[in-house]
């Protein structure tokens, strides 16, 4: 009797060890199979990247677009400027200035570019120009505007009263 149950509980076993396995050979040719799905959608977002640039070369050199796909690239363009300002608005903040040709960050001294060999200009120097301090009347001060109708009050002809 306990033979039946130790060669039962072997097969038990051994069948649950078989599963295992093929589940598991199952779980890694999926994944193999994911991952060369994963490799081929990389290599059609590269060759749509590649599309859209050779469009957008296209429309800065002028030739004629159709209007869908010049609508985007004035979009691009406009992202590409506002991508432009930041960087220079960055430099400038760390004391930097910006490679006209390239966009890379440049010691305010460089006279060209660390990166690409471009010249570049000397920019002028920005006065910087803080906020003033606003008029007393102005600031947020629940009492002034009282004060200013009592003025206003006592500045009136006794007359009109």
């Known amino acids: 009797m306990t033979d039946d149950f130790f060669a ?6 051994h069948q649950a060890a078989k599963e295992f396995t093929a589940k598991t050979d199952n779980f890694f040719e999926g994944q193999k199979m994911r991952n060369k799905i994963s490799g081929e959608q990389r290599q059609i977002d590269q060759c749509l990247k590649d599309v859209g640039n050779i469009i957008y070369e296209k429309f800065v050199e002028g030739e004629p677009l159709h209007e869908d796909v010049a609508v985007l690239c004035e979009e691009i ?11 220079e608005n960055m430099a400038r903040k760390r004391g930097e200035k ?13 006279r060209f ?3 690409c060999g471009a010249e ?7 006065e910087v ?3 003033p301090e606003p ?3 102005e600031k947020d001060d629940p009492f002034a505007e009282k004060e200013q109708q009592e003025d206003a009050e006592q500045e009136k002809d006794p007359q009109d009263l």
């Open 77 to 87: 363009t406009e992202h590409k400027m506002a991508i432009a300002k930041m960087r």
């Open 135 to 137: 008029a007393p009347e």
């Open 98 to 110: 910006v490679c006209a040709a390239c966009g890379a960050a440049l010691p305010k001294e460089a």
């Open 113 to 115: 570019c660390l990166q």
């Open 129 to 131: 120009v803080e906020d």
């Open 8 to 13: 039962d509980f072997g097969e038990t076993l």
């Open 120 to 126: 570049c200009e000397d920019e002028p120097e920005e």
